[in-house]
Structures are given as C-alpha cells and as structure tokens.
Nanobody, 126 residues
Framework: QVQLVESGGGSVQAGGSLRLSCAAS????????MGWFRQAPGEEREGVAI????????HYHYSVLGRFTISHDNVKNTVHLQMDSLKPEDTAVYYC???????????????????WGQGTQVTVSS
C-alpha cells in the first residue's frame, strides 16, 4: 500500500522560507513522478513542482520559478520542496502526490496523480 507522509508546513512572514518533505513508501518501483500541489480556499488544486525519481527531471509552475526548488533523496525516498521568498499568494494547503507514468508531466495536472498525501498548511502573512 502506497503511503505519502508530508511534514514541514507552517506560518511565515512574506520573504521567509519553509521546507516541505514527503516520505514515500509502498512503491514496488523506484521510478515514478513525485511532486507538490496546492489548493487555496475557493480555488482549484494546482501543480507547484514535480520531479522524476530516476534522472531527476523537474517541472515547475511559472509562479514559483526561481523561488522554489524540488529535490529527491533516493536513499530515503523522500521529496523536498524548498520554498524561499514566500509571498502571501503562496498560502494554501500543500499536497504531496505521486504517479508511475504520466504522458505529459509538464502540464502538472492533478488528475494524472493517483497517490496523495494528507496535506499540510502553509500560511504566508504580509
């Protein structure tokens, strides 16, 4: 049974930093996409950043380019999202997600992912 366990959310002032982590277990393969999505109140869930566990290919939402960095620890099978220069509009519940095969990962579509974490709140105050 696949499990994704998130940690690292919290509250920070604008300009600050947070680091999210997601530990994956239960996968029978070491090759899959993992990433982060977020959902603000009244908004649709949107992709933030994803990474492939072999090869390390990444894709980012344009709004976080240059501010967020996604990485994967192959030994611990954990994905991290380093979030710097945070803005109030980054406030949302952040979800970790994973999928084995995605035809067009650059689209960052939530419906392509079949495994989800429970979510962690990130709040950025101005």
């Amino acid at each position: 049974q696949v499990q994704l366990v998130e940690s690292g959310g919290g509250s920070v002032q604008a300009g600050g930093s947070l680091r999210l982590s997601c530990a994956a277990s239960g996968f029978t393969s070491t090759s899959f996409w993992m990433g982060w999505f977020r959902q603000a109140p009244g908004e649709e869930r949107e992709g933030v950043a994803i990474i492939h566990t072999t090869g390390g290919a990444t894709h980012y939402h344009y709004s976080v380019l240059g501010r967020f960095t996604i990485s994967h620890d192959n030994v611990k099978n954990t994905v991290h999202l380093q979030m710097d220069s945070l803005k109030p509009e980054d406030t949302a519940v952040y979800y970790c997600a994973a999928a084995r095969v995605i035809l067009r990962p650059v689209l960052l579509r939530p419906r392509d992912y079949d495994h989800w974490g429970q979510g962690t709140q990130v709040t950025v105050s101005s």
